[in-house]
């Protein structure tokens, strides 16, 4: 059996001792369950109650514990039928529906684990999304929830508390459990800190708010208080706004280093045009080199360039990685003076083309080991539809950087139709006629038929040769022959694991190049050795990532230039 640790059970004796002093009265209309009092444990006060949205989604989960007096069947409409409205599932749970003592306290809190696991459990049963659970409640309802809500279980992202924390007097104790890893916590109340005569004291809360900034996560902490002077005074009125605040539309692996890379909310100009750029790709994309390594301009706001960070569109200042998206940016502001660049990443490294095809599924991208970083492309197209709801995007262009992943026998062979499929969902989903799409090669055909060549034998490499030559082929022809020669008569079989991935690598690069000769609008741009972190690690250091980006909108400026 869990037990409670001495230091918080002592702190919790004032609590509870305060909440068996409260009225339990209530106000509002009670929503009906979509599945009523199923059973997450084998006592009779182990039940809950299922309140699920439409939609064929998971839907995020919203764990509600009751004030005391009350029971899990009381949720208000008037905050409950918003939070259902907004994709958010509700799990109001129960157990000791009055607590009168640490004992009690302590039994709930154990429920709650209990509680805990079912849900994780019966997840698909109820399509819950437990990768997205906020911790919620009122009052009784905090206390009882607070270990489970620190505990850093898997899934837990966010905590909303009504009303939190009653006692006379606040005990520092209920700050331990909170540490720099804690999740997001809104804190809400009726009256103003330090009111005469209510032991639900907003001044406790701002104890809470202060520990979050102690641990510098004071970003991840907000307080409402004083509700009672305004036209709605329910505490739980804000759930639907801090549960999409927090779940995994903005939060996925895909906007992991972009996230990073926001300076705080910037505002569009309604001046020029807001030309938008796509950048796709993996580790290259993503980018390793040191933002402390970079200098102005690109460690500085830039009024007419921004990034799509954490949800919504920020200025763009990398502060701990960075790839070629901000030398890229600045380049094209420079070109474009009177507009604004945007920039959508998705980007994650070690990951092949099939995680950011539109038709994903997860067993085609387990083929690369990348099912369990989910649709990349939805993360995508989540941003565009918000982007576009708060703004006027044009979008421009797509740049995309990425190859390693997909050197492997079976996958190479398809990447051209995997790129060219996903260049056509990119273009009709952005409403772009032919979009224009920039591809940074590593080599040319020529370089790769060299290299492959000088990785046989010269004997097999004249033979190779020998075949492929019928006279007149094209170095992609004759790159296509030697390689099929050498597939033929087994000649990379003994060869090392990373000799054979260069094998199907060069398919994957020759498959990028042939698609700057034969798509519409696709430039394949070849930059040349750029400098890398080195001891043979195939990222580029910062000065890399600058000259990639600048590369990069060269080709964009020719692209434009000679449309005009």
Partial sequence: MNTLPKTLAKCLLAFVCAMSLLSGTLFGQIVTPTHSHVSYGPEERQWLNLYLPSGSEPAPVFVYAHHNDATANDVKESWANPTLEAGIAIVSWESIAKTKGPKDSLVCMEDSDVMFDWIKDNADTYNLDVDNIIIGGQSRGSGVSWRLAYSQKAGIVGIYMGQALPMRKFNERMLEPITKNAPPIFLAYRKEPGAMGDIHDAAHGLRVVEKYKELGIGDSAELVHSL????????????????????????????????????????????????????????????????????????????????????????????????????????????????????????????????????????????????????????????????????????????????????????????????????????????????????????????????????????DALEAKKSASNGGLKTEEMLDAVLSYIDANGLFSSKSPVVKKQRYLATVISAQNRAGREMPNVTTLYDGELPRIGGGNPHYNSEGYVLLGKKTADAVEAFYEDKE
């Fill in 228 to 459: 009672s002077e305004t036209k709605n005074s329910q505490v739980m009125q804000f759930v639907p706004k801090f549960v999409r605040s927090v779940v995994s539309n903005w939060n996925t692996i895909g906007f992991r280093e972009a996230n990073t890379m926001g300076a705080g909310e910037a505002p569009i100009s309604k001046k020029g045009k807001f030309r938008v750029f796509v950048l796709m790709g993996q580790s290259n994309m993503n980018g390793a080199g040191r933002a402390k390594n970079l200098k102005a301009p690109y460690t500085e706001t830039h009024e007419r360039i921004r990034i799509w960070a954490n949800g919504r569109w920020e200025y763009f200042v990398p502060t701990q990685r960075h790839g070629p998206g901000v030398s890229f940016a600045h380049q094209l502001a420079e070109f474009w003076p009177n507009d604004t660049i945007g920039i959508i990443k998705v980007a994650v490294g070690a990951t092949g083309i099939s995680a950011f095809a539109k038709d994903w599924s997860f067993e085609r991208a387990q083929l690369t080991s990348d099912g369990k970083k989910g649709p990349l492309y939805q993360d995508l197209m989540n941003a565009v539809a918000e982007a576009r709801r708060i703004s006027d995007p044009e979008f421009c262009g797509f740049f995309w950087k990425q190859a390693a992943a997909d050197g492997k026998k079976g996958l190479a062979e398809e990447y051209y139709s995997n790129f060219k499929q996903l260049v056509s969902d990119l273009t009709a989903d952005l409403g772009v006629t032919d979009l224009p799409t920039f591809v940074p090669s590593y080599k040319t055909d020529k370089e790769l038929l060299k290299g492959i060549l000088s990785s046989i034998d010269k004997e």
